[in-house]
Nanobody
Framework: QVQLVESGGGLVQAGGSLRLSCGAS????????MDWFRQAPGKEREFVAT????????NYADSVKGRFTLSRDNAKNTVYLQMNSLKPEDTAVYYCAATLRTGALRTRAAQAYDYWGQGTQVTVSS
C-alpha cells in the first residue's frame, strides 16, 4: 500500500516559481513510475509530466516543456515538480499518481494508476 501526499502549492505571480512535492509512504515507492496531472476548473484532467522508477526517463506535456522539471529521490520517497516561468494558465489542482503498469497497459486513464494523491492547488496571478 502506498499513500501519496502532495504539498508546495500556493499563490504566485506570473513568471514566478513553485516546487511541488509528492511524498509517499510505503517501502515500494521506488518501483513506481510517477506522473503528475492537473485539473483546472471546468476542464478535463491534463497530463503534465512523468518520471520512471529510477529517474532516468522523464517526459513532459508540450504546454510545460522547458518550464517544468520532474525529479525524484527514492531514498526520501519523494517526487519533485519544479515549476518555473509560471503562467496564469498553469492554475489548477495538481495531482501525483503512481503506476506499475508498462507496455500496452501503460495508459493515462485514471484507472491505470494504482494510487493518487489528494491534490494541491496552484494559482498563478497575472
Amino acid at each position: 500500500q502506498v499513500q501519496l501526499v502532495e504539498s508546495g502549492g500556493g499563490l504566485v505571480q506570473a513568471g514566478g516559481s513553485l516546487r511541488l512535492s509528492c511524498g509517499a509512504s510505503g517501502h515500494t515507492f521506488s518501483m513506481y513510475t510517477m506522473d503528475w496531472f492537473r485539473q483546472a476548473p471546468g476542464k478535463e484532467r491534463e497530463f503534465v509530466a512523468t518520471i520512471s522508477w529510477n529517474g532516468a526517463v522523464t517526459n513532459y506535456a508540450d504546454s510545460v516543456k522547458g518550464r517544468f522539471t520532474l525529479s525524484r529521490d527514492n531514498a526520501k520517497n519523494t517526487v519533485y515538480l519544479q515549476m518555473n516561468s509560471l503562467k496564469p494558465e498553469d492554475t489548477a489542482v495538481y495531482y501525483c499518481a503512481a503506476t506499475l503498469r508498462t507496455g500496452a497497459l501503460r495508459t493515462r486513464a485514471a484507472q491505470a494508476y494504482d494510487y493518487w494523491g489528494q491534490g494541491t492547488q496552484v494559482t498563478v496571478s497575472s
